[in-house]
Nanobody
Framework: VQLQASGGGWVQSGGSLRLSCAASGNPFSAYAVAWFRQAPGMEREFVAA????????SNDDSVKGRFTISRDNGKNTAYLQMKNLKPEDTAVYYCAADRTVITSTMRDSRAYNYWGQGTEVTVSS
């Protein structure tokens, strides 16, 4: 499967963005999809994942309640809705997918073999 992430950009603190991850290949519904982010000089961190009926969001309090992952299998697309953005959300956001991910590995970047190119999000204060 090939993934194309989009929707990033510049936004002021408190604003919203919706990232999209368009996938080629079928059946998209069989893939778990996750979003990770990597800020400059930092390690890549898990943001959220969705697998069939399961949705997992980062336990990081800075993300909880503000980011929502969803998917539209008919459009072969997953989304990350981000609201009330903060400067610390500035990062490159990557979507990832794999068919072999299980619930216990949804937060682990090593569980995903397919990655999009990343979309950059910049939040100004």
């Amino acid at each position: 499967v090939q993934l194309q992430a989009s929707g990033g950009g510049w936004v002021q603190s408190g604003g919203s963005l919706r990232l999209s991850c368009a996938a080629s290949g079928n059946p998209f519904s069989a893939y778990a999809v996750a979003w990770f982010r990597q800020a400059p000089g930092m390690e890549r961190e898990f943001v959220a994942a969705i697998r069939r009926g399961s949705v997992i969001t980062s336990n990081d309090d800075s993300v909880k309640g503000r980011f929502t992952i969803s998917r539209d299998n008919g459009k072969n697309t997953a989304y990350l809705q981000m609201k009330n953005l903060k400067p610390e959300d500035t990062a490159v956001y990557y979507c990832a997918a794999d068919r072999t991910v299980i619930t216990s590995t949804m937060r682990d970047s090593r569980a995903y073999n397919y990655w999009g190119q990343g979309t950059e999000v910049t939040v100004s204060s």
